[in-house]
């Protein structure tokens, strides 16, 4: 079987404009950037470093994002649980369908982790067929073709 290499990666990469949906800003005219670090080869998941200056705005989930952060600090609200402040060090994960209100008092900087989801029949169908090849593998680490030999 051939193996891929791993794929380093540093976060002090040029970041590029990446406005925040005018209609979620609720104060300020905060600025975003971001660059794209990996992506998976099917697509459904990314690494990102993302940028943001002083602002206030909502943000809505479309995909499951885990976010570590790098430096400043940001204020998020999810509406379920009290506004809690993350700096440098914190780990956030937000599934799908959140809404979050950020304030950002002066510039935030993650890493966020990106894993677009799959409506629920495609996901039981790609888990149900993992865990045949799992099975058939069986403690051989192989495939077994054909009839069982007898003992």
Known sequence: ???????????????????????????GNPLARNATLSRSAD???????????????????????TIYFLEGSATISDGHNPAK??????????????VCHWHVETYVKKVAFCRRTLPRPAAFVIRAFDRLVRMMKGSSGGFQVGPAKAA
């Open 43 to 65: 697509g459904l998941a990314s690494t990102l470093v993302w940028d943001c200056t002083a602002g206030e705005f909502e943000w809505i989930y479309d995909i499951d994002e």
């Open 85 to 98: 402040t993350y700096g440098p060090g914190d780990v956030l994960f937000l599934p799908h369908g959140s």
């Open 1 to 27: 079987m051939a193996t891929k290499p791993i794929i380093p990666s540093v976060t002090s990469v040029e970041l590029r404009a990446a406005p925040i949906e005018p209609g979620w800003i609720r104060v």
